[in-house]
């Protein structure tokens, strides 16, 4: 008989999985949104872990452009 599978996407209790493709691993986390993704997850992917403290993914930057926008409208 199969085993039932469990649902809970954690491996570990805590453990926090990216945004994007909800896979647990080494993570980057938006300093705006407090998400979290892989570098290969974001577009174009980074090539290393900013060493900024004020790192913000894709979804904030479009966010941001687009105020930026509107307020010189």
Same mark, same amino acid.
């Given at each position: 008989?199969?085993?039932?599978?469990?649902? =809970? $996407?954690?491996? *570990? $209790?805590?453990?926090?999985?990216? @945004? %994007? #493709? &909800? %896979? &647990?691993?080494?993570?980057?986390y938006c300093d705006s #949104? @407090?998400?979290? *993704?892989?570098?290969? #997850? /974001? @577009?174009? $992917?980074? /090539?290393?872990?900013?060493? +900024? =403290? @004020?790192?913000?993914? +894709?979804? #904030?930057?479009?966010q941001k452009e687009a105020?930026?926008?509107?307020?010189?409208?």
């Open positions: 008989m199969e085993k039932a599978r469990d649902e =809970n $996407p954690f491996k *570990y $209790p805590g453990e926090i999985l990216c @945004d %994007k #493709c &909800g %896979k &647990g691993g080494k993570l980057v #949104c @407090d998400s979290h *993704y892989h570098l290969t #997850c /974001q @577009d174009p $992917p980074l /090539q290393d872990v900013p060493e +900024n =403290n @004020d790192w913000k993914c +894709n979804k #904030c930057m479009e105020t930026e926008t509107e307020d010189t409208s």
